[in-house]
């Protein structure tokens, strides 16, 4: 099992700027990627940054040039600081890791979601 432990988050005003974190823990073999994604009230989840193992990373045309995502992979965390934030960035914020965890005789896939974080924008 693989969890994922998320912080950060609350109330903040349009202009503002919040992070957040999120570090895996578990019977971890390899992650090949960590990232952020959202969910607004009545609207579906959607991807806000993903960083996978390689360096690649990639944003939401919505967030570019305002949140940036980075990681540290000794201590399996992925951050996200939001800086700019507007009113239509509110949503429930989640973590989500993907990647391999020990088993026998072969590593296994995990895809794992942290329990969400609260980010109000409003003044």
């Known amino acids: 099992q693989v969890d994922l432990v998320e912080s950060g988050g609350g109330l903040v005003q349009p202009g503002g700027s919040l992070s957040l974190s999120c570090t895996a823990s578990g019977n971890i073999f390899s992650i090949v990627a960590m990232g952020w994604y959202r969910q607004a009230s009545g609207k579906e989840r959607e991807l806000v940054a993903t960083a996978n193992s390689g360096g690649g990373i990639n944003y939401s045309d919505s967030v570019k040039g305002r949140f940036t995502i980075s990681r540290d992979n000794a201590l399996n965390t992925v951050y996200l600081q939001m800086n700019s934030l507007k009113p239509e960035d509110t949503a429930v914020y989640y973590c989500?890791?993907?990647?391999?965890?020990?088993?026998?005789?072969?590593?296994?896939?995990?895809?794992?979601w942290g329990q969400g974080t609260q980010v109000t924008v409003s003044s």
């Open positions: 989500n890791c993907r990647g391999y965890y020990r088993a026998s005789p072969v590593p296994r896939m995990f895809d794992s």
